[in-house]
């Protein structure tokens, strides 16, 4: 059985992390969690609906992907997501 290796996720998390403080929050480990698992749900879909309850993050959540895309599309480091 062959074991797949662990993505580097390492300036992902740290654009993440910027972009929670640009726009005022607080970077939680699941925050963190659920904003990679939205990229890697994009990654392999062609769309997806955020559903849940009100003040459950979604929209905070698309933001700071959208703004971690940015910057890391800037950098050179994402080409999949233009």
């Known amino acids: 059985m062959q074991v797949l290796p662990k993505p580097d996720y390492d ?3 740290t654009a993440i992390k910027s972009n929670c403080e640009k726009l005022g929050l607080i970077a939680v480990d699941t925050f963190i969690t659920k904003v990679l698992e939205l990229y ?4 392999v879909r062609h769309g997806l609906m955020l ?3 009100s ?7 698309y933001r700071v992907l959208a ?4 910057d890391l599309s800037a950098k050179g480091l994402e080409t999949k997501t233009k």
């Open 11 to 13: 300036a992902f998390i």
């Open 40 to 43: 890697e749900m994009i990654v």
């Open 51 to 53: 559903v849940g309850y």
């Open 55 to 61: 003040f459950g993050a979604k929209t905070s959540m």
């Open 67 to 70: 703004g971690v895309l940015t």
